[in-house]
């Protein structure tokens, strides 16, 4: 079926297919859109139509398919980065420093009276950061 077709028809189909494959969508889907095209482009050359007409410039055609099947195109999924994953390392993030930073902080003796109990540590991080410098012993 591809012989018949006229070079700008080819261009066409192949800048279409080159769209689809840049916005990732998967093999079976742009065969099924390369078929759809091709019998668009037989259908109108039995009625005698300029098949290109109708269809416009191959990127608008690719965006018009996606808001056809309601679809995001890959490429405006890319620039908003998902939000919910960012705030879960960024709060990991926080979490891991806070407690690493009073951790060594229970480390450090203050006073040399201070006594540094390692089987208390959790107990001495919890009592500092909550209750205001509570000494722990």
């Avoid at 859109?33 to 416009?56: C, M, P, R, V, Y």
């Avoid at 398919?65 to 390392?89: L, Q, Y």
């Amino acid at each position: 079926m591809n012989e018949s077709l006229t070079l700008a028809e080819k261009q066409f189909l192949q800048q279409v297919l080159n769209e689809l494959k840049h916005e990732q969508i998967n093999s079976e889907d742009r065969d099924t859109i390369k078929q759809q095209l091709l019998e668009h482009f037989q259908e109108a050359h039995d009625h005698g139509e300029d098949s290109l007409e109708t269809l416009g410039d191959p990127t608008t055609f690719v965006k018009d398919f996606f808001d056809v099947h309601g679809m995001a195109p890959h490429s405006a999924i890319k620039k908003n980065p998902n939000s919910r994953s960012a705030f879960i390392v960024a709060t990991l993030t926080f979490i891991t420093t806070f407690l690493t930073s009073q951790f060594i902080l229970s480390l450090v003796p203050f006073n040399r009276n201070i006594r540094i109990h390692f089987s208390n540590t959790i107990f001495c991080i919890t009592s500092r950061s909550i209750l205001g410098g509570i000494t722990c012993y």
